[in-house]
């Protein structure tokens, strides 16, 4: 959570300029994935795929669920601890992120592979289209949307559950589907509804130039964990679908 601003006599950038900084640093933990996802399946795939199916050959490991639940985990502690955390700490925790999300979605990305290579274009491209325009919308609207952060927080958490329950009790295809759509909705929103948060802080009075930088990293956060969440359920949409 934002901590307490205090005026400064530093000046922070302009506001075209902080969002400039907050894509730029998200397009890079997007390319950190993607390098990640890469190399996991070319050159270290025989290193990384051992490390996360178990030996039988039947299920992850339990070092996936360490991953999966530790990124989790990363992300609160980043977001709770980001302005007693020193920038290049912050930004270190941004990129490691962003290394383990690489790892976790190899076994949704090489399924996809497998039936139609083009999905991963289509559903990145959907995503990005998703993200410009209410990223936009958030900009634009003059409308308060800090009446769904409530609603956004308990979709995300029910999100969460329905994840891990599906872990234990797998789920039919239809329910699933559903499923994935309800999480391109929620994390849509919560892309318009992060950048009116955004622009509201850097309207305020008194932000530093350190405050600034805080939140574009912050913001750098939010705009990833949105974009992936939205690619991950749109390609496992599409990728159902086409079974």
């Known amino acids: 959570m934002p901590r307490k601003i205090v005026k400064t006599n530093a000046a ?14 998200m397009g890079a933990a997007v390319g950190v994935t993607a390098l990640t996802v890469y190399l996991s399946l070319t050159s270290l795939a025989n290193v990384v795929w051992p490390l996360i199916i178990n030996s039988a050959g039947t299920g992850f490991s339990t070092l996936y669920y360490i991953l999966l639940f530790g990124g989790l985990g990363l992300v609160i502690f980043t ?3 980001i302005f007693s955390m020193s920038k290049g700490a912050s930004l270190a925790m941004l990129f490691l992120y962003s290394v383990l999300m690489g790892i976790v979605m190899m076994p949704l990305i090489t399924v996809a592979l497998r039936i139609d290579p083009m999905l ?3 559903a990145f491209l959907l995503a990005a289209l998703m993200l410009a325009s209410m990223a936009m919308f958030g900009f634009r609207t003059s409308r308060d949307l800090s009446f769904l952060r409530v609603f956004l927080l308990a979709g995300m958490i029910g ?9 234990i009790w797998p789920f039919g295809q239809t329910f699933a589907m559903v499923i994935c759509a309800i999480g391109v909705l929620v994390f849509a929103l919560f892309t318009a ?15 530093s130039a350190d405050d ?14 949105s974009f992936i969440a939205m690619f991950q359920y749109l390609l496992s949409l599409m990728s159902m679908s086409r079974n």
């Open 12 to 25: 922070a950038p302009s506001l075209s300029g902080y969002f400039k900084k907050v894509f730029l640093m």
């Open 79 to 81: 977001q709770a601890r």
């Open 120 to 122: 991963i274009f289509r």
């Open 159 to 167: 999100l969460i559950l329905v994840g891990i329950s599906s872990m």
């Open 193 to 207: 509804y992060d950048i009116q948060f955004l622009k509201r802080i850097f309207a305020t009075n008194g932000l």
């Open 212 to 225: 600034a930088d805080r939140f574009v990293i912050m913001g750098a956060l939010h705009m990833y964990i």
